[in-house]
C-alpha cells in the first residue's frame, strides 16, 4: 500500500490544465500558405503511423511535460510504503483490544479484525525484524516476546479477543518500552482506534520510534467504554443486569444508534443521544439463564424499529404541548419528544402542580399518585397515567402479582399497536380490578390489567398498571412507539381520526362520502396551497377523485398521497367555494427515516484536549520521492532533447 | 500593360531564332526540314539524270567532275509542331518579383513567338486538373490570344494539378508528333513525373521547364507554423528545426535532380528557371543549350 505524507501538495496538479492552455497559445501557429505542402508532408516521418500515434506525437512535448509535472507532484506529496524496512530491528506491536475495538464499521468490518490484519501486514513488511506482541485494554498482556517465527507470532496475534474493559496506553506503552533494550533499534506499533488517546506525546518516550496505526474512521469517535453483566436477585429469581457505557469521545453532541445483542438477538435498539465528552449508560435486564454472548453495536446506518414504526398526525396546530407529571421526568419526556412537533414540559419543583393543571395542554403524562387521582381538575383531557393508585376512576387493587408475564403477543387496540411486548416480565404488581369505564385493556398471562383505556366523551386516558422501571419494559423503544401511538390517537380525535401513509395506496372508508351527491365527484385540496421541498417552493394541484360511492360501499382506494401533511376534501363544484370540506384527513410521513448522524473530523476540533488525529502520527515511511524525482529529471532532459534533436524525416529518403 | 508589350521585350526576342531540330511532320510548308523530298532549298543528295526530269535540277559541278549527269534531290521544308502546356493552378501564383505563373506564360509566349517566326503550327494550353483552353497560336493572333490567357481571372476554387490526366488528355488529342514543352513546377507531382515523362517521349519530343520561386525551395527555420496547400488546402502542421529546414531544401534539390536526369534519359530536356531570374539568358538557355537552336 502506498501512503502519502504531504497530501496537500496535490494542488500542483492543478497546474496541469494551466501546462496545457500554455501549450495551447503556444500551439498558436502561424499559418502560412504555400505552393505545395507535398514535402513538408514528406518531412514528417510518422506519416504512415496511426492517427492516435501521430496525435500523442505531435503533443509530444506537452505529453512529456505532463508527466514531468505529475512526477514532480506525485514526489512532492512523498509517496512511499508505511513501515516496510529491511533493517533489522525490534518492533514492539500493541495490539489494543479493549471495548471501543468491538465496533463495527458501516463496511462491516470489525475494529480489532481490522487491527490485526494490519499488524500482520505490518510484521511482513518488515521481513527481518524481532517482533513483540502485547494486546491491551485496561491492563496490558504480553503475547509474544522476541519472536523470529512470523508464522507463530501471527498465530498469536490471531488469537486475540475483545475485551470488555477500557483502553489504558499508558501502561501498554510503559510495558513496550521496558521491552525496548538498550543498544537495540526498537520501533512501536499501536493498533487502535484510539477513542480515548488523550496523552499527546507526552506518554510517549522520544527516544523509541512509535508508528500510529488508526483504525475506524475518525467520523465515529465514539465508542462503548464499558459492557458489565452483573448478577441479581429479585425474589426468587435471579437475573442479570446488563450494563453498558457508551461514550462520545468528539467535541460535539452525537446522536447514534446503538443496539445491544445478547445471546445473538438484539435486545434493545436506541438512538444515544450523547453530549461531547459525555457518556450514556443503559441497563437492561436478562432474565433467565447467563447470557452466554453480550455485544454492543453502534451502526451509523442503523434504522432505530422506534423510528420506523412511528406514526403521526396533526390537528392543524402549530404545536401539540404535552405535560410531564412525575418526578423523574426523563424517560417520558424523551419519549414524547421523539414523536417530533410535541412540545414537552415537565414540572418543577419550586412551581405548584395546581399551576400545570389549569394551563392548557393536550396531553399529560402522569406519574404521581396524588395527581392520577385530580385527573378533573386539569384542563387537559388527554392523559397517560402511570401506575395509578387505587381509586383511579373508580378501580380496586386486589392481590399482590410476582413473576407476571404478558398473555398474548398480539395487541389489538390502536394505543398499542406496534409494540413487541412478547417478552414482557414484571417483577411484582398488583391486580387491579377494572370497572366499566375502562375497555380496550390488555391482560397479562395472571389476568392482571396491563394496559387500559378509558375513553369517554370528556376524557381519553391511558392507563398502565405497572411501574415500567420495576420491569424489563425496554423503554427506549416500547416508551416512544406507546406514547406516539397515544399522541397520535389524540392528535386523531382532535381532527378526523384518519391517518393515512405517504405514497402507499389508501383506503377511504366509503361512510365518509354520505354527503357526497350520488354521481358526483370529490376535490382533495392539500391545505396549503404551496409546499416547501427540496428543489424550493411549488405549488400542489389539486386531486380529482371521482369514485363516489354510495353509504355503505366496500373501502374506496385513494389516490397516493406524496406529501404530509393536511388535505380537505370538497364536493366537486364547491371546492373553490366558501363551503366547509366534505371532512379532513391527514397523510403520515414515510415511516422509514435514516437518522441523521453527521459528526465531525476531531481534527477540527480546538479544544485543549490532544485528540488522536492524524497530525500527532508519525510512521516509518520508506519514500519513492527520489527515485520520482530521478525521473522526472529523465523525463524533462527527454523533453529537451525532443525539441532540439527530434527529426521528423527519414534521412536520404529516394522519390 | 502586358509582358510582351513592353519596350525591349519583342526586340530581344528578334535577337533570337528558334530552329527545330528534329524532322518536322506538318503537312504545310515550313522552315523545318522533314523526311520528304520535293520542292525545297536544301538539297538532300544527287541521283543520276534520268530522261524527262527537270534539267534546270542539274547539278552541273558534279556532273562534269564525275563525267556522269546527276541532278538534285531537295528536302522538303516543312512546318514543326509546337505545343506548350503552361501550368495555371494556384501553385504558380507563388513567387516574386514576378508570379510563376506569368514566368510560365512568358516562356510560352517567347517560344511561341520564336516558333512561329519559324513557320511552325503552336499549340498553347494551360492545364490544372485538366486541359484547359487549347489555342492554337501564329503569328498574327499570338497577342490577342496571350491578352485573353493573361486577361483571365485566377481560379477560386482550389483545384489540385493533375499533371498525368492533362498530358495524357492532350496527347490523345494532338497526335502529330511535335515538340512538347511542358511548364510547370512539378511541386505536385512528386515521384510519379517520372512515369509521366517516360510515357511523353514516347508521344512527343519534350523539354521539361521546371518554374520555381523562392518559397518553393525554402522552407522558415524554426518555429511552430500551419502550411496550407494553396491547391488542396490541405494543412500540415509542423515545429520546424533548422535541421528539418535543411532537409527540406536538400529534398527538394534532389527531386529536381531527379527529374532532370530522367528528362535526360528519355531523350528530353530540362531548364529550371527560377523567377526573378535573369529571363533572356535563361530563355537563350533553354533554346540554345540543347542545340535546338541559335542566334540569329
Known amino acids: 500500500m502506498i501512503e502519502f505524507q504531504m497530501m496537500t501538495n496535490a494542488v500542483f496538479f492543478g497546474a496541469v490544465p494551466a501546462l496545457i492552455a500554455l501549450y495551447m497559445l503556444k500551439l498558436n501557429r502561424r499559418n502560412k500558405k504555400v505552393p505545395s505542402v507535398h514535402f513538408i508532408k514528406d518531412l514528417i516521418s510518422d506519416n504512415k503511423g496511426s492517427s492516435l500515434f501521430k496525435k500523442l506525437a505531435s503533443n509530444m512535448l506537452l505529453f512529456l511535460e505532463i508527466v514531468f509535472l505529475a512526477l514532480l507532484t506525485l514526489a512532492l506529496m512523498n509517496p512511499g510504503r508505511p513501515g516496510q524496512s529491511f533493517l533489522n530491528k525490534k518492533m514492539i506491536l500493541l495490539i489494543d483490544n479493549s471495548i471501543t475495538m468491538s465496533s463495527r464499521e458501516a463496511d462491516g468490518s470489525l475494529r480489532l479484525e481490522s487491527a490485526i490484519d494490519d499488524a500482520i501486514k505490518t510484521i511482513y513488511a518488515n521481513p527481518n525484524s524481532t517482533i513483540c506482541v502485547i494486546e491491551f485494554s485496561n491492563t496490558p498482556k504480553l503475547l509474544v516476546d522476541s519472536e523470529n517465527n512470523r508464522e507463530e507470532a501471527v498465530r498469536k ?335 386523531s380525535a382532535m381532527t378526523t381520526g384518519e391517518n393515512f401513509s405517504i405514497d402507499r395506496p389508501n383506503y377511504f372508508n366509503a361512510s365518509k362520502f354520505k354527503d357526497v351527491k350520488k354521481g358526483s365527484g370529490a376535490v382533495i385540496r392539500y391545505s396549503s396551497k404551496e409546499m416547501c421541498g427540496v428543489n424550493g417552493r411549488f405549488a400542489v394541484a389539486d386531486t380529482h377523485f371521482g369514485a363516489v360511492s354510495d353509504v355503505g360501499a366496500s373501502l374506496l382506494k385513494a389516490p397516493r398521497f406524496h406529501m404530509a401533511g393536511l388535505y380537505r376534501v370538497f364536493e366537486s363544484g364547491n371546492e373553490h367555494g366558501s363551503g366547509a370540506p366534505l371532512f379532513e384527513f391527514y397523510v403520515n410521513p414515510p415511516a422509514a427515516r435514516n437518522l441523521n448522524v453527521r459528526p465531525r473530523d476531531v481534527r477540527e476540533g480546538s479544544g485543549p484536549q490532544v485528540k488522536a488525529g492524524e497530525e500527532f502520527f508519525e510512521s516509518s515511511h520508506i519514500s519513492y520521492a527520489a527515485p520520482l524525482i530521478l525521473l522526472a529529471a529523465v523525463i524533462i532532459l527527454l523533453d529537451w532533447i525532443y525539441q532540439n534533436y527530434r527529426t521528423f524525416y527519414k534521412k536520404g529518403a529516394e522519390f | ?159 489540385k494539378t493533375r499533371l498525368d490526366r492533362s498530358v495524357n488528355s492532350f496527347t490523345a488529342n494532338f497526335k502529330r508528333r511535335g515538340l512538347l514543352f511542358i511548364i510547370s513546377d512539378f511541386l505536385d507531382s512528386g515521384l510519379s513525373i517520372m512515369d509521366i515523362i517516360a510515357k511523353t517521349a514516347i508521344a512527343q519530343n519534350f523539354y521539361i521547364i521546371q518554374t520555381l520561386c523562392e518559397e518553393d525551395v525554402k522552407i522558415s527555420d524554426t518555429g511552430e507554423y500551419k502550411y496550407e496547400d494553396s491547391e488542396t488546402l490541405e494543412t500540415v502542421e509542423i515545429s520546424l528545426t533548422p535541421e528539418a529546414a535543411a532537409e527540406y531544401e536538400k529534398r527538394v534539390s534532389d527531386f529536381c535532380s531527379q527529374l532532370m536526369a530522367k528528362s535526360l534519359k528519355y531523350g528530353g530536356n530540362y531548364k529550371k528557371i527560377m523567377a526573378g531570374c535573369d529571363y533572356m539568358q535563361a530563355l537563350k538557355e533553354i533554346i540554345l543549350k540543347t542545340g535546338f537552336g541559335g542566334s540569329g
Open chain 1, 157 to 491: 496475534i490471531k488469537g486475540i479477543s475483545l475485551t470488555h474493559f477500557s483502553c489504558d496506553y499508558k501502561s501498554a506503552i510503559a510495558l513496550a518500552e521496558g521491552l525496548s533494550s538498550e543498544g537495540s533499534f526498537s520501533e512501536l506499533h499501536i493498533f487502535s482506534d484510539f477513542c480515548s488517546w488523550a496523552g499527546g506525546r507526552a506518554v510517549l518516550n522520544d527516544k523509541t520510534g512509535v508508528v500510529f496505526h488508526r483504525v475506524g474512521g475518525l467520523s465515529r469517535n465514539i465508542g462503548v467504554s464499558a459492557l458489565e453483566v452483573s448478577e441479581e436477585s429479585e425474589g426468587a429469581s435471579t437475573v442479570f443486569n446488563v450494563f453498558t457505557t457508551v461514550k462520545n469521545y468528539c467535541d460535539y453532541e452525537v446522536s447514534i444508534p446503538c443496539s445491544v445483542f445478547i445471546d445473538g438477538a438484539r435486545a434493545s435498539s436506541s438512538v444515544l443521544t450523547i453530549a461531547s465528552g459525555g457518556a450514556e449508560s443503559k441497563i437492561i435486564k436478562k432474565y433467565g439463564a447467563m447470557p452466554s454472548a453480550v455485544s454492543v453495536e453502534i451502526i451509523t446506518n442503523d434504522i432505530l424499529a422506534a423510528d420506523d414504526k412511528r406514526v403521526w398526525a396533526s390537528s392543524g396546530r402549530k404545536s401539540f404541548r404535552a405535560l410531564v407529571m412525575s418526578e423523574k421526568p426523563y424517560f417520558y419526556s424523551a419519549a414524547l419528544e421523539s414523536a417530533g412537533g410535541v412540545i414537552v414540559e415537565a414540572i418543577e419543583k419550586n412551581i405548584p402542580k395546581s399551576l400545570y393543571r389549569e394551563r392548557e395542554y393536550d396531553l399529560a403524562v402522569i406519574d404521581d399518585s396524588s395527581e392520577a387521582l385530580l385527573l378533573d381538575k386539569y384542563r387537559c383531557r388527554n392523559f397517560i397515567v402511570i401506575d395509578p393508585p387505587e381509586g383511579f376512576m373508580g378501580m380496586n387493587y386486589g392481590q399482590e402479582e410476582t413473576g407476571v408475564t404478558v398473555r398474548t403477543p398480539e395487541f389489538p387496540f390502536a394505543y398499542l399497536k406496534l409494540m413487541d411486548l412478547s417478552d414482557l416480565y414484571i417483577h411484582k404488581m398488583k391486580k387491579a380490578s377494572l370497572n366499566l369505564h375502562f375497555s380496550n385493556t390488555a391482560y397479562s398471562a395472571s389476568a392482571c390489567p396491563l394496559f387500559s383505556t378509558v375513553f369517554n366523551e370528556n376524557l381519553k386516558v391511558f392507563a398502565v398498571f405497572f411501574d415500567p422501571r420495576a420491569s424489563n419494559f425496554p423503554l427506549k423503544i416500547s416508551f416512544p412507539i406507546f406514547f406516539n401511538n397515544a399522541v397520535n390517537i389524540v392528535k
Open chain 2, 1 to 159: 500593360m502586358h509582358f510582351f508589350e513592353r519596350p525591349g521585350f519583342i526586340k530581344a526576342l528578334d535577337s533570337l531564332k528558334l530552329v527545330i531540330k528534329n524532322q518536322a511532320r506538318g503537312i504545310r510548308f515550313g522552315e523545318s526540314r522533314s523526311k520528304f523530298f520535293g520542292s525545297g532549298i536544301e538539297v538532300s543528295h544527287l541521283k543520276n539524270y534520268s530522261t524527262g526530269e527537270d534539267i534546270k535540277f542539274i547539278d552541273w559541278n558534279a556532273s562534269f567532275r564525275l563525267n556522269r549527269t546527276f541532278i538534285k534531290v531537295f528536302s522538303e521544308t516543312r512546318e514543326n509542331n509546337i505545343y506548350i502546356l503552361a501550368d495555371s493552378s494556384n501553385s504558380m501564383s507563388f513567387g516574386s518579383p514576378e508570379p510563376k505563373r506569368e514566368l510560365a506564360l512568358k516562356l510560352a509566349y517567347s517560344i511561341s513567338y520564336l516558333a512561329a517566326a519559324g513557320m511552325n503550327k503552336i499549340y498553347l494550353a494551360d492545364f490544372g486538373e485538366n486541359i484547359k483552353n487549347a489555342v492554337e497560336i501564329n503569328k498574327a493572333n499570338i497577342n490577342i490570344k496571350f491578352r485573353e490567357i493573361l486577361g483571365r481571372r485566377p481560379l477560386e476554387a482550389p483545384e
